[in-house]
């Protein structure tokens, strides 16, 4: 089984940038769809982004598309989450999530423990 781990959020100021690690066990993560969610406070989570197994195809949620950046290192078994131009309402527990071999474009098999990230007027 994979297990994932999420690491780099922290507080930063509105209009700063946060790079998300998201590290995974296994020999096979160019297997996995990689992708990113958030939860806020009294909020459902939401789904952020997803990138593709060797990392030639992205897509974003509307809310963060063009300020963020999904990316993915395959030798280190890592997938990113660039935050740029980060606003108060992008304050959120961060997911990262994988997809098996088989899941279907919407189903997400492995999750990480999450990652708070704050940002402050």
């Known amino acids: 089984q994979v297990q994932l781990v999420e690491s780099g959020g922290g507080l930063v100021q509105a209009g700063g940038s946060l790079r998300l690690s998201c590290a995974a066990s296994?020999?096979?993560?160019?297997?996995?769809?990689m992708g990113w969610f958030r939860q806020a406070p009294g909020k459902e989570r939401e789904f952020v982004g997803v990138i593709s197994r060797f990392g030639g195809s992205a897509r974003y949620a509307d809310s963060v598309k063009g300020r963020f950046t999904i990316s993915r290192d395959n030798a280190k078994n890592t997938v990113y989450l660039q935050l740029n131009s980060l606003k108060p309402e992008d304050t959120a527990v961060y997911y990262c999530?994988?997809?098996?071999?088989?899941?279907?474009?919407?189903?997400?098999?492995?999750w990480g423990q999450g990652t708070q990230v704050t940002v402050s007027s």
């Open positions: 999530a994988a997809a098996a071999p088989g899941s279907s474009v919407s189903e997400y098999d492995y």
């Open positions: 296994g020999r096979t993560f160019s297997n996995y769809r």
